[in-house]
């Protein structure tokens, strides 16, 4: 079986962000930081290289696969900030067609800078993200 390359490490979030290049992405980062901790009640932690996340949960698959992830989290990439999310299919795109200029894969959403989106819907997007994942993994 597999080994999870992304693991919550030691690593400091504030100097992962003060590394970032990009001063308005750099910016950013620090106001989902604020926001995150705001939503989630958990302090940043760096999740692998590249991740801040926030809490975490256990997931069982299937397959036998299991392993730890956040409960919300987000990465600025190069091309633009990266948020993780996981919503069941019936809210996904009521939601994002009211968030703003961005663009989206299953489970992440990929905005250019934080000025372009609602913040408002973004927020609802993370605290109903994460009370799907706490209700479809539960803790023991």
Not at 80 to 107: C, D, I
Request: charged share 25%; proline share 4%; net charge neutral.
């Amino acid at each position: 079986m597999a080994t999870n390359k992304t693991t919550e490490t030691s690593n400091s979030v504030t100097d992962f962000i003060n590394a970032v290049e990009n001063e308005a992405k750099r910016n950013d980062a620090f106001e989902l930081v604020k926001i995150m901790q705001n939503i989630t009640g958990f302090e940043p932690k760096m999740w692998g290289p590249s991740i801040v996340g926030f809490g975490s949960y256990h997931y069982k698959y299937d397959s036998g696969h299991e392993g730890d992830a956040p409960l919300a989290g987000f990465s600025p990439r190069k091309a633009a900030m990266t948020v993780y999310f996981y919503l069941p299919e019936e809210n996904r795109e009521e939601l994002l067609s009211q968030l703003g200029k961005h663009t989206s894969s299953k489970a992440c959403i990929y905005i250019k800078k934080l000025a372009d989106i609602d913040i408002e819907i973004l927020k609802k997007i993370i605290l109903r993200s994460m009370e799907y994942t706490q209700n479809l993994y539960p803790s023991k």
